[in-house]
């Protein structure tokens, strides 16, 4: 029990991950940080949150949510640099503060991870049942279109669009790059078609109160939209899914930051832009809806854009999904190489050199929760775990530049202590303004995760049974 925060060396991570291929460049990381991060969030979340929590000050939260995560990802891009290895928070805390925080946050992100891919999954569906099958006479049976939670069956499109990704990611990260390249090239298109569009037929009118009274309150009148920006920091956890990449980036010094950080950018503009446009073409009310821009579209008769925008909310999903799963898989694998899951889990196809036993548990639990359970649920459930990484990850910056044993030539995050401490609180902030529901549950899933360290992580765990076998 006493060396439950005994570190591991970035030595052992290194070696053990030497057989995953260095394919990504800086713009892979682009196309993989935008792929994750303008997905659902940008599709579905800013019509729930404008109806819900913010009204049109929506955009206002997610700008928040977007420099927060901004700066949080800077200090992702130090520990990237500093210790390239997959499995992200997880390796990070294991080295910085000891395997037993390192193992809750990994234990965490699993939960967001997962989750995450089935919100997306069930987004993509709601989008493609609606839309595309609609279009053409077919609508599916409740059995086939919703899960038992709303008296149906199995949401089909949902289970099988994650059983599609999964086929992708397990022919390795050259096949998933090109991919993700070209989709997000058509999806950033398309979103920036709508918001130019969308511009002419905005009426004034629906900006008044561009703040609503209803969403005025605590602390200081700001609740609405501080539950709103903790709520979209579910489109942000790809930050965390990009570092995981690290021990496949050919060079993650200098491009981990430039992918992080044009992410960001190309975040900020998008989603800001569209999110003011959604609310100024529909009332905010009117919003709360899993295909808010389709919606928007056929509320002022654009039915040839409606296609369009579908296309991309597809498109933009599809990117998303696709690097959450090769995050979440990464993870998954980084566990069962440190012996903390089974030892399975941390093997590498010979074929793809790709954690083939990973991918296939990532794939049975997300095809299960997106087949049977509803977006509103997945949503609620997600974000704590997030935040809770980012606290950590920005407050370990400090003990990070006093460790002699880890040199770092790379990119350091500017204005050292304050925007590490600055990063590490506002995401406590965030955490603590999340819907009770988010904190319970991740709750609940940690205390399941301690017990799971301690009656199997403890006993397996290649650290310990090093420290144990050298003091024989």
Do not use: C
């Amino acid at each position: 029990m006493k060396n439950v925060f005994k570190k591991e060396s970035v030595g052992t991570y290194l070696k053990a991950d030497s057989k995953l291929v260095k394919s990504l460049g800086a713009r892979d990381l682009l196309a993989l940080g935008i792929g994750a991060v303008i997905g659902t969030g940008i599709f579905i979340l800013p019509g729930h949150e404008a109806a819900l929590h913010a009204g049109p000050a929506v955009a206002i939260a997610f700008l928040i949510a977007a420099l927060v995560s901004g700066v949080v990802g800077m200090a992702y891009a130090e520990f990237s640099s500093a210790m390239p290895v997959a499995g992200s928070a997880y390796s990070f805390g294991a080295v910085i503060y000891g395997e037993i925080v390192g193992w809750v946050l990994g234990w965490a992100l699993i939960l967001e991870y997962f989750l995450t891919v089935s919100a997306e999954a069930v987004g993509f569906a709601s989008y493609f049942n609606n839309n595309i099958l609609g279009a053409f006479g077919i609508t599916l049976p409740k059995f086939l279109s919703a899960g038992p939670l709303e008296g149906g069956g199995i949401n089909i499109s949902a289970t099988l669009i994650v059983l599609l990704i999964a086929v992708i990611i397990s022919h390795g990260a050259s096949l998933s790059k090109k991919v993700e390249n070209v989709a997000v090239l058509i999806k950033v298109a398309i979103i920036v078609l709508f918001i130019i569009v969308g511009i002419f037929y905005i009426k004034t009118s629906n900006y008044v109160p561009f703040y609503p009274k209803e969403f005025h309150t605590s602390p200081f009148g700001l609740g609405g939209i501080s539950t709103a920006a903790a709520t979209v920091f579910f489109a942000f956890v790809g930050f965390d899914a990009l570092a995981a990449n690290s021990a496949e980036t050919i060079n993650p010094k200098k491009d981990m930051v430039k992918g992080i950080l044009g992410t960001v950018i190309v975040a900020v503009i998008l989603y800001v832009g569209f999110s003011l446009v959604l609310t100024g073409i529909v009332n905010y009310k009117k919003l709360n809806v899993d295909d808010p821009a389709a919606y928007a579209l056929k509320a002022i008769h654009l039915n040839t854009w409606n296609k369009l925008i579908t296309v991309g909310a597809l498109v933009g999903i599809f990117t998303s999904l696709l690097t959450m799963f090769f995050g979440g898989s990464r993870l998954v694998y980084a566990l069962g190489r440190d012996g903390l899951l089974p030892e399975k889990m941390g093997e590498v196809d010979e074929k793809f050199f790709v954690p083939k036993n990973a991918i296939l548990v990532a794939t049975v639990v997300q095809a299960f929760f997106a087949g049977m359970v509803p977006l509103t649920e997945l949503t609620s459930l997600i974000n704590a775990g997030t935040l809770l990484a980012f606290i950590f990850i920005s407050f370990g910056i400090i003990p990070l530049r006093h460790r002699k044993d880890i040199p770092n030539t790379g990119f350091k995050m500017p204005w050292y202590p304050f925007l590490p401490v600055f990063a590490g609180l506002a995401s406590m902030y965030f955490l603590f303004m999340l819907p009770a529901i988010s904190k319970w549950s991740v709750g609940i899933w940690i205390a399941i995760g301690v017990v799971v360290y301690l009656t199997y992580g403890l006993k397996h765990s290649k650290l310990q049974n090093n420290t144990r076998n050298k003091k024989k």
